[in-house]
Structures are given as structure tokens and as C-alpha cells.
């Protein structure tokens, strides 16, 4: 598939002032797609812009344990976020349900942190963090489905398999579940509940990824209200969330506001 296809950006625009890059569903498919290619070149394009990035979870469509299978198809990226890392940079790598067992080597060998889910403070707001797959009550299969392959058994299992065969299964298995996600509008609905519930603890802006759903989403719980950020992804949308100036704006990867003004914050909360 062609990088970023007719949406490919000529040009990336600088901006001043940017502090947080906040980026999901990349979902990079390894060596030869060329994506991987056009986000390092994003990364380095930004990289004397940015004080931290968040990676909420399926950058890489495929990463379950250290395989050296896994580490060839991702060694340019992992290098990327490593020259990161070792700029002063703080990389901060959300599991998603593509990408997940990070630990130790990611943390290691990248020189990020590895969460899965986390809490963060931007410009004072306290923040939830969290990839934002699994929580539809309903989708019992799903839930049962990520019981297992999170499990140590699975990570043994798999760890016993030859590189090739790991490989050969896994993208299979991701590609049925790209598929699946196109139909799951009720998981972005669970996620507003979601990010609604984290709200009415205290917590003042809830970011996910996941949906496929970029937007900045004003939620009201009770007597409080806060903000639901959807960082969208990379194969349809091309958006980055940056924080800056005390506000989050969604932008396409070329550094362009989208064109409906919900994706920009008008106010903080």
C-alpha cells in the first residue's frame, strides 16, 4: 500500500511551541511498509519540537515478545525511537492490543517507558492514558481473546515458536482484527463511558486510541467536566494529538488543523 496514499504530506510544517506528540494505530506491518519509512522521517522532522511522546498503543501491528524475528522487521523504528530516547526525549509507549509483552526489550534496548496504562499532567490537568481496546461488556470474545494472549502461558507458547511461523500467524491475526474494528462502533461508545467514569474520579482529560475515531470530545460526569481525546490512527486519518500552549489540538501528520473546528480546544477545562 502506498505511504499515507493520496493523503501523503508534500511537506511537514513547523510549528513553535509544541511540548507533547501524542500518536496511535499506526499499526506499521514491519520492513517493508513503506508507513515506516514516513513516520521515522515524521519523528525526525519534529524531533527538536518535542519534549515527549506518547505512543498509545499499536504503532507496530505486530510485536508480541522479544523475537528476533520481531526486532528485524522494526529495527529502523526502534532505532528512531532509541536516537529519541538517548536526545533527552521522553518516550512513553502505551501497550495496545497489536503490540504488547514490550518488556524487557523496548525498555532496554529503546531506552522507553512501558505502560499500560498511565497517568500523566499536562499543563496541570491531570490525564488518564490507556490504549482503550477491550472495554465493551458486550464483546465477550474480545475480552476472553485478550485474557490469553496477555497471559505468561501465551508468552511461553509463542517464545517456543520458530520466527517464521510466529510471524506467518500473527499477521494473520491482526489482519482479522483490523477488519473487526471497522465494525465496532460500540467500543467507541464504551470508550466515552469509559473516559466518562475517569472523569468523574477526578481525572481531567482522558486520552485513547484504539477506535480509529479522532476527535477532542467534551464529557460532563456528574458536576465535573472534562475532555475525551481520540488520537486517532494511521491508515485512514494520519492524525498526531500535540499539547502546547496549555491546549490539545488533533492535526493531520503534515502539521494541518483538520478541517471541523471540534479538533481543536477552544478552552480549558
Do not use: C
Request: net charge positive; aromatic share 12%.
Amino acid at each position: 500500500m502506498p505511504a499515507f496514499t493520496s493523503q501523503r504530506p508534500a511537506r511537514l510544517i513547523k510549528l513553535t511551541g509544541v511540548t507533547d506528540l501524542l500518536v496511535s494505530d499506526v499499526h506499521l506491518r514491519g520492513v517493508d511498509d513503506p508507513r515506516q519509512t514516513d513516520f521515522i522521517r515524521f519523528l525526525e522532522r519534529r524531533a527538536d519540537e518535542v519534549q515527549n511522546l506518547f505512543v498509545v498503543g499499536d504503532l507496530m501491528d505486530l510485536w508480541f515478545g522479544m523475537k528476533p524475528v520481531l526486532v528485524r522487521q522494526y529495527l529502523p523504528l526502534l532505532r528512531q525511537l532509541r536516537r529519541f530516547s538517548r536526545a533527552g526525549i521522553g518516550v512513553r509507549y502505551l501497550e495496545g492490543n497489536h503490540d504488547f509483552h514490550l518488556r524487557p526489550y523496548v525498555e532496554d534496548a529503546v531506552g522507553a517507558e512501558v505502560h499500560s496504562a498511565m497517568e500523566w499532567t499536562f499543563g496541570g490537568r491531570r490525564t488518564y492514558l490507556y490504549h482503550g481496546d477491550g472495554l465493551d461488556a458486550g464483546d465477550v470474545k474480545y475480552r476472553v481473546l485478550k485474557r490469553i494472549v496477555r497471559s505468561p502461558a501465551f508468552r511461553r507458547v509463542t517464545a517456543l515458536m520458530p520466527g517464521s511461523l510466529a510471524w506467518w500467524l500473527g499477521t494473520r491475526f491482526s489482519s482479522a482484527s483490523r477488519g473487526y474494528l471497522g465494525r465496532d462502533r460500540p467500543q467507541f461508545e464504551a470508550q466515552k463511558e469509559f473516559a466518562r467514569s475517569k472523569i468523574a474520579e477526578g481525572f481531567d482529560v482522558v486520552v485513547m486510541g484504539h477506535a480509529h475515531t479522532p476527535g477532542l470530545f467534551p464529557l460532563e460526569a456528574g458536576a465535573r467536566k472534562g475532555l475525551f481525546v481520540n488520537t486517532g490512527d494511521w491508515l485512514t486519518n494520519f492524525t498526531v494529538v500535540e499539547f502546547s500552549d496549555g491546549r490539545f489540538r488533533l492535526v493531520r501528520a503534515d502539521g494541518t488543523p483538520l478541517e471541523s473546528e471540534d479538533h481543536v480546544e477552544k478552552e480549558v477545562a
